[in-house]
C-alpha cells in the first residue's frame, strides 16, 4: 500500500567520520545503504524526495532530489527542505545511513497521521528519534521562523508544534530490536551492521 505520504531521504552530512566516504553509498553485504532505503520508499511513498548539496551523485535513482535553502549544515534544514519540496501534505523522514528500516515500524508511524498532529515521532529510552519520523506541511513555517532565528536544534522546534510521541513498547511490537534507529557513522558501526545481517 502506498501512503499520501512523502518518503524523504536526507543525505546532507559531511562524512568526516567516514573518512569522507559518502555512507549512502556503503555497502552492506553487497548492497549500497541507499538501494535498501530506495527500494522500502517505492513501496510505501507516493514520491521519494532525497535531500542533497551534492546533486550529481544520486541522478541513477527515480526521485526528486532537491536541496537546501538554508546553507547552514543540520537536520533541521534538510527537514526543511524537504518539506518545501514535498507536493504532499506530510513526509516520512530518515537519513542516508539507516540500513535497516523497518516497513512495519514505518507503516505504524504512517498510520497514526491524523490532522490534530504536526509531527509523530518514536519516543525511545535514547529519546526521541527526529529523523525516523513523520512532519506535517504545516511543519513549514514553525520551521522556517526558528532557522531565520538560527535556532538549529531539532530538538527544541518540537516544543513549538504538536507531537505525538510513539512509545518504546509500541514501537518493539513492529521492530523488537529497534534496529530501525540504527546508522552507519564509522567503520565500526559498519563492521557492526554486516554483523547484524
Same mark, same amino acid.
Given at each position: 500500500m502506498k501512503y499520501p505520504c512523502s518518503g524523504v531521504i536526507l543525505a546532507g552530512g559531511m562524512n568526516t567520520r567516514f573518512s569522507g566516504t559518502n555512507k549512502a553509498f556503503v555497502r552492506?553485504?553487497?548492497? $549500497? *545503504?541507499? %538501494? $535498501? *532505503?530506495? %527500494? +522500502?520508499?517505492?513501496? +510505501?511513498?507516493?514520491? *521519494? *524526495? +532525497?535531500v542533497t548539496n551534492d546533486p550529481l551523485q544520486y541522478l541513477e535513482w527515480d526521485m526528486t532530489i532537491f536541496t537546501d535553502i538554508f546553507p547552514v549544515r543540520s537536520s533541521l534544514t534538510g527537514i526543511h527542505a524537504g518539506l518545501f519540496c514535498s507536493t504532499l501534505p506530510y513526509s516520512f523522514f530518515t537519513a542516508c545511513d539507516t540500513p535497516f528500516l523497518k516497513k512495519e515500524l514505518v507503516e505504524a508511524l504512517l498510520e497514526r497521521i491524523e490532522p490534530r498532529f504536526d509531527v509523530i515521532i518514536p519516543e525511545t529510552s535514547a529519546g526521541l528519534e527526529p529523523l525516523c519520523a513523520v512532519y506535517s506541511k504545516q511543519c513549514l513555517n514553525a520551521v522556517e521562523h526558528r532557522l531565520a532565528r538560527q535556532e538549529f536544534k531539532i530538538r527544541e522546534f518540537f516544543r513549538t508544534v504538536r507531537v505525538n510521541k510513539i512509545p518504546e513498547s509500541v514501537l518493539q511490537e513492529k521492530d523488537p530490536d529497534l534496529i530501525s534507529f540504527f546508522n552507519v557513522n564509522t567503520a565500526e558501526e559498519l563492521a557492526k551492521a554486516e554483523q547484524m545481517l
Open positions: 552492506i553485504r553487497g548492497t $549500497r *545503504i541507499l %538501494d $535498501r *532505503i530506495y %527500494d +522500502l520508499f517505492k513501496d +510505501l511513498f507516493e514520491e *521519494i *524526495i +532525497l
